[in-house]
């Protein structure tokens, strides 16, 4: 069974210029996370969807940034007009449902790779 | 809301010594608790996590941590590190029934000869 795929594992813009980073989460996994780490720092929850939804995005930069799940294909992370300050890793994780009993449950997340971003 | 703090940016230790990475954390409401390893360009791997139950949690790679609710700690442990265990370690909490998680800001453990 695949682990949660990214691509590319890096990329390289210009400032001003589009970035999409692709995640195709594992096999039976309907929950895609983003979360982003800047250097030197710990991930930072960006957004979380399921299929053709958008459950959370409270970690969403209000602008530029945008994030899909739809009902075939991978989950997209779109960035326009990039700047330097969004050069990161980008790590997307996927789940399948929750775990533990119904009163305290939990969704076990599987992380990818990663892509690295870098803004020139 | 929560917050996760490492206190240690760097760790460094000799080869076969025991080593103790520190994670507290803060919240006003339960959490499950994580650490993860983070291999240089690689992704995260899960090392162990605290859902319930008895508070001591062995993980893979010769890794434990125990949970302690009184002084929101949740320590990794090693009795003999190795060369491949350098790496960075982040420890990471998320709240009973929601989804999304607080990570540390990292320990980057380095393991000499």
């Known amino acids: 069974n695949a682990g949660v795929m990214q691509n590319p594992r890096h990329l390289v813009r210009r400032r001003g210029q589009e970035a999409r980073l692709r995640c195709s989460p594992m096999k039976g996994h309907s929950h895609v996370y983003w979360y982003r780490q800047l250097p030197e720092e710990g991930l930072k929850f960006m957004v979380y969807l399921q299929k053709e939804n958008i459950i959370d995005e409270s970690g969403m930069p209000k602008e530029r940034f945008s994030a899909e799940f739809p009902k075939e294909g991978p989950s997209i992370l779109r960035i326009q007009q990039v700047v330097r300050g969004d050069s990161a890793a980008y790590f997307c994780?996927?789940?399948?449902?929750?775990?533990?009993?119904?009163?305290?449950?939990?969704?076990?997340?599987?992380f990818g790779p990663g892509t690295r971003l870098t803004v020139l | 809301a929560q917050s996760v703090t490492q206190l240690d940016s760097q760790v460094p230790v000799f080869e076969e010594a025991p080593v103790e990475l520190r994670c507290n954390y803060s919240?006003?409401?339960?959490?499950?608790l994580f650490w993860y390893v983070q291999y240089p360009n690689q992704g995260l791997q899960l090392l162990l996590k605290y859902l319930s139950g008895s508070t001591l949690v062995k993980g893979i790679n010769g890794f434990e941590a125990e949970f302690n609710k009184s002084q929101t700690s949740f320590h990794l442990r090693k009795p003999s590190v190795h060369i491949s265990d350098t790496a960075e370690y982040f420890c990471?909490?998320?709240?009973?029934?929601?989804?999304?998680?607080?990570f540390g800001s990292g320990t980057k453990l380095n393991v000499k000869p």
């Open positions: 919240s006003s409401v339960s959490v499950y």
């Open positions: 990471a909490v998320i709240r009973h029934n929601f989804n999304k998680f607080y």
């Open positions: 994780a996927s789940s399948s449902g929750t775990s533990g009993s119904p009163l305290r449950s939990y969704n076990e997340q599987f």
